[in-house]
């Protein structure tokens, strides 16, 4: 079977989203319902190398037990922790007004 490259990014998110949906302590979709790609609830989380490239990952744990492995280069390693330490802040310190 052929697939192309954004069917099957968009096969493994519904996947990813069914695992989540259908875990314990979950609501059950009724039958039939469809299930659509949502945000992943993470459950933990890891960060290392790779051992022969030496390129930073990140091991996301999420709900429904997948385990989603992003490699970064370096530089984009340091600007997503930088970005996530920035959104961490305002969600914790929001703004008054």
Do not use: K
């Not at 954004?6 to 059950?28: F, I, K, N, T, Y």
């Not at 970064?72 to 008054?96: I, K, M, W, Y």
């Amino acid at each position: 079977m052929d697939i192309a490259p954004d069917q099957a990014a968009e096969l493994g998110l519904a996947l990813l989203a069914a695992s989540a949906v259908c875990s314990p302590g979950h609501p059950r979709p009724a039958p039939g319902e469809p299930i659509y790609a949502a945000h992943m609830p993470v459950l933990g989380w890891q960060t290392g190398t790779l051992s022969a490239a030496r390129l930073p990952v990140l091991v996301a744990m999420l709900l429904g037990g997948a385990r989603l492995i992003l490699r970064f280069t370096p530089e984009q390693a340091a600007s997503c922790g930088e970005a996530l330490n920035a959104v961490a802040a305002t969600v914790q310190d929001p703004p008054e007004g």
